[in-house]
């Protein structure tokens, strides 16, 4: 199992950026996947997951923002990040899992490098 994230990069805050995750060697429907970051300081937190059964959830200080969408062919997902604020800025990894019935960070444990992301005003 091998996630490699990509995409990171510095943006004003209110502009945009799309982060990948490229993964080998099997389905995304078929584990438990997610977008995570960490900002400096600060515990890592969920920014969204989806469970084997399809259900998936955006954290409420992104909702609104960011979307994720797939492309199976290229085995990769992506994380589209609008209207970014500050507060956005962290390291951001995907990961993956066999379950993940409480969606919680500490069942994830097939993790990316992950991508910086830089809000600056």
């Known amino acids: 199992v091998q996630l490699v994230e990509s995409g990171g990069g510095s943006v004003q805050a209110g502009g945009s950026l799309r982060l990948s995750c490229a993964h080998s060697?099997?389905?995304?429907?078929?584990?438990?996947i997610g977008w995570f970051r960490q900002a400096p300081g600060k515990e890592r937190e969920r920014v969204w997951i989806?469970?084997?059964?399809?259900?998936?959830e955006f954290s409420d200080s992104v909702r609104d923002r960011f979307t994720v969408s797939e492309d199976n062919a290229k085995n990769t997902l992506y994380l589209q990040m609008d209207n970014l604020k500050l507060e956005d800025t962290a390291m951001y990894y995907c990961a993956d899992a066999n379950f993940c019935l409480f969606k919680s960070i500490a069942e994830f444990g097939y993790w990316g490098q992950g991508t910086q992301v830089t809000v600056s005003s």
């Open positions: 060697g099997y389905t995304f429907s078929d584990y438990c």
């Open positions: 989806r469970d084997r059964g399809g259900r998936a």
